[in-house]
């Protein structure tokens, strides 16, 4: 993904938005959303923002007031995800983010990282974090995501084994390879959603080799990946 953000505040009192318009350094209107400060925070909150997508990437303060309750910091990370899902651009985290792991640091900091999917479909090397403290307050969001991909109908493509006879027509040195084959939804570009597969070389795949991601309706290969690890 690209990796031009830009940073904002939201929130907090009226001398630093003052400054800023009193003065020639004063942010962009691209940098603005225009939306209130967390739909629920009376905090500062730090934001910086992907420019290529403007999903967040980083969302800094107090996300949520009182921290976690007796649902515990998955519950509360739920929460969190709900109350700003619109600066997200996700329109269901419910059912669009997944949970993949919790973790614990030696601090006593807890991390909890959801993967991003889409009726049922994941998104290509896609998940969202949330960081909590000691004292299970959520203080930062941070991710390499996609807004919802909308108009992508994750009921088509050609079918897993029609893609794999259409890469070894394109790259006839993949014959006689084994390949797992999954449905993703991979944003070219960074910006433009397709359904697409995945199909990742295993068993006797050996480093060197490749996977790919191919449009799951034209075949046409949309990204080749060197493997870096041999198959388990």
């Known amino acids: 993904m690209p990796h031009r953000f830009w940073r904002g505040r939201i929130g907090g009192g009226l001398g630093i938005p ?3 318009a009193l003065c020639s350094c004063a942010v962009s209107p691209q940098a603005s959303t225009g939306e209130r400060p967390g739909e629920a925070q009376g905090e500062e909150l730090r934001l910086e923002r992907n420019h290529a997508n403007h999903t967040i990437v980083r969302l800094e303060g107090e996300l949520l007031p009182g921290g976690a309750a007796d649902g515990g910091v998955e519950a509360a990370a739920r929460e969190v995800l709900r109350i700003f899902r619109r600066k997200l651009l996700i ?3 419910d059912s669009e983010l997944t949970l ?3 973790r614990r640091d030696r601090l006593g900091h807890t ?3 959801f993967t991003q999917q889409y009726q049922g479909v994941p998104v290509w090397k896609a998940a969202l974090d949330i960081h909590f403290d000691a004292r299970q307050r959520p203080y930062l969001l941070s991710g390499a995501y996609y807004p919802t ?3 992508v109908d994750t009921g088509g493509g050609m079918g897993g084994s029609a893609a794999l006879k259409t890469l070894i ?3 006839p040195g993949e014959a006689g390879k084994n390949y797992s084959i999954r449905k993703v939804i991979y944003f070219r570009d960074g910006r433009q959603p397709r359904l697409a597969y995945e199909l ?3 068993g006797e795949a050996v480093l060197g080799g490749s996977s790919y991601i191919m449009d799951a309706a034209t075949g046409e290969v949309l990204n080749r990946l060197p ?3 041999r198959s388990r």
């Open 91 to 93: 329109q269901d985290p």
């Open 18 to 20: 003052l400054l800023l």
């Open 227 to 229: 493997v870096m690890q």
């Open 100 to 102: 993949s792991r919790i």
């Open 169 to 171: 027509r394109s790259e």
């Open 111 to 113: 991390h909890i990282r």
């Open 200 to 202: 990742k070389p295993e």
């Open 149 to 151: 991909p909308e108009g």
